[in-house]
């Protein structure tokens, strides 16, 4: 692992990267190409693993033919989440973005691996804004992409929204060694709703880590607690996308729980939807 290598190259585009931080709006994010010195790259991708029974693969209402998994990865990989671990790292990351005391979750709660196939697709989206273990603040995503000679027609990207204009702010396609950074907060709204239309068996492979603080001192402090909030952003081929993701997540929950399981966590979701609250947080 190029510990040194690859804190110096951070190091020394740290004014470049953060006037490109600066200029988000109505958030702040940046993409950067390069983001890891190659040989690292290259060996992250070589030994990135395909999915097995330790991936966790769910079907929801705005996901499908994604996989994840937050342990048991190969050696160079390891490496690499605790590279991004080091407070070294997490230095340059807060004053690239001016957001002190990072802190980064070592269970890499949602994060991880994820392998997206396929025709899998997830839609527009905030994320949860207090982790549900640790009750710390979440505050920031790094994610890194691994994929090589990856077409416009292959969809995937990754949008930007600011869901006040409903405008898109970005599109950026998820090549590889391309990091993509953003601040999570309740504006942040990303995804890459569009399914992928990858040949097989390519799949959309990428690094994802989330950083927390114990405080934040924005105007997002008192905001409730909440999980992943959808917006939909593709029209009527969102719609009907998001009914047969529904419909397929409906049969899988059938097959893991029993019917009165199943209907009470619908009643309970359809209280809360009534009732004005946000998705539990768990």
Known sequence: MQVESTLA??????GELRQKWFSGKPFHYLFVDDF???ELAED???CYPAPDQSWTKTTYVHQSNKHHVQSGFPEPIKEYFAL???PKFLKIVSEITGIDDLIADPKLFGGGLHQTFPDGFLDVHIDYNIHPETKLYRRLNLLVYLNKNWEREYEGYVELWDMESEKLLENIAPIFNRAVMFETNEISYH???VPLKCPPPMTRKSLAVYYYSKERDDQYRSAREHNT???QTSGLQGYVKTFCSSCRSFVERLRRESPG???GHLMKKCYRKIKGLPPENK
Do not use: F, T
Request: charged residues 30%; hydrophobic residues 40%; proline residues 8%.
């Open 9 to 14: 190259r951070l190091e020394s585009r740290k």
């Open 36 to 38: 890891l010195p190659r």
């Open 44 to 46: 992250l991708l070589a």
């Open 84 to 86: 991004v671990a080091m």
């Open 191 to 193: 995804g890459h709703p």
């Open 229 to 231: 909030i959808y917006k």
């Open 261 to 263: 399981e199943l209907c």
